[in-house]
């Protein structure tokens, strides 16, 4: 039976798919585009096109599998981000209960314990909390900053050594890679062993600061680099820029305010279990050097 994934042309969900296929597990990838697909997961998981907020699509998509990797796809063009993760939410709990799935592993979020005051990670407590309606047996992954938020900064880096966002550069928090998220939800594929619902922290190797994240990325690239706090505005501003709806931009710039807040902390404690294992420094030196060094 195969294990069902979405958001497979994203990071978590592309590496978790292909992964699993190259461990030789069947899988079976919802996407609205498959043009985005890596080759090996054309060649070798089976694709099915549609939309994964379309509760008829997932049941159908649903039959006959074994577990079912969640990945709530992000939409900027929606004009309420809430009623969008709801309706997610909504979609992938009828299609568990109906498809009668047994496992599910969720991506969810740091903070996603918090129903309030977190922008689109808001949205993904709603997602937990509609699967956690189904008979399934659930894991809600929770990860940190994700490494892959500074490929947005590579022309300030290469220009300037700068990352330029709007929250200060004291503010420490869990930062992570996605291709190690993706490792720990193929633990839980790869073996569905587990009962029961649970969330588990995945909180890379260390807590740092933006600052201390924006020096591990200069001896990452090999040269300096500092954190420069920019204006909520100026960054809502740039979401307007890139094609985000005013209620996305504020959304997400809620959000970022959200992180600097003591209540965002972690609910899950570090662990070694929770610890993985890829530093930002060396994510810099194989990802963004090559970005940023010309």
């Known amino acids: 039976m195969s294990i069902v994934i979405t958001g497979a042309t994203g990071n978590v969900g592309g590496a978790a798919a292909r992964f699993l296929v190259e461990a ?17 997961l054309t060649q070798k998981a089976t694709v099915k096109v549609g939309s994964v907020d379309n509760a008829a699509f997932l049941r159908e998509a649903l039959k006959g599998a074994a577990a079912l990797f969640w990945v709530s796809p992000n939409d900027f063009k929606v004009t309420d981000l809430r009623e969008y993760y709801c ?14 799935i047994r496992y599910v592993v969720n991506l969810s979020s740091q903070g996603a314990h918090l129903s309030a005051g977190m922008g689109p990670i808001s ?21 940190g900053f994700f490494f892959e938020n500074y490929l947005a900064q590579s022309e300030n880096l290469r220009k300037s050594g700068s990352v330029m966002m709007p929250i200060a550069g004291e503010i420490r928090c869990p930062m992570v890679a996605t ?16 009962t029961g619902r649970t969330t588990r922290g995945v909180h890379g190797p260390a807590d740092l600061s933006f600052d201390e994240a924006a020096a591990a990325i200069g001896q990452g690239v090999g040269r300096p680099a500092k954190h420069v706090q920019i204006p909520l505005d100026e960054y809502r501003q740039h979401m307007l820029s890139i094609g985000a709806t005013p209620q996305v931009a504020d959304a997400y710039a809620e959000m970022y305010a959200g992180l600097a807040k003591s209540e965002y902390l972690p609910t899950e404690v570090r662990t070694r279990e929770t610890t993985t294992r890829t530093t930002l420094a060396d994510y810099a030196a194989k990802v963004l050097k090559r970005m940023v060094v010309r």
């Open 24 to 40: 030789g597990h069947p899988v079976t990838v919802l996407v609205r585009d498959p043009g985005k697909l890596v080759p090996v």
């Open 87 to 100: 309706r997610l939410g909504r979609a992938a709990a009828e299609a568990v209960e109906a498809s009668g």
């Open 123 to 143: 949205g993904l407590h709603d997602v937990e909390q509609h699967l956690n309606g189904t008979p399934a047996y659930i894991v809600h992954l929770r990860p």
């Open 179 to 194: 291709d190690d998220i993706a490792r720990v939800a193929v633990e839980y594929l790869g073996k569905l062993q587990w």
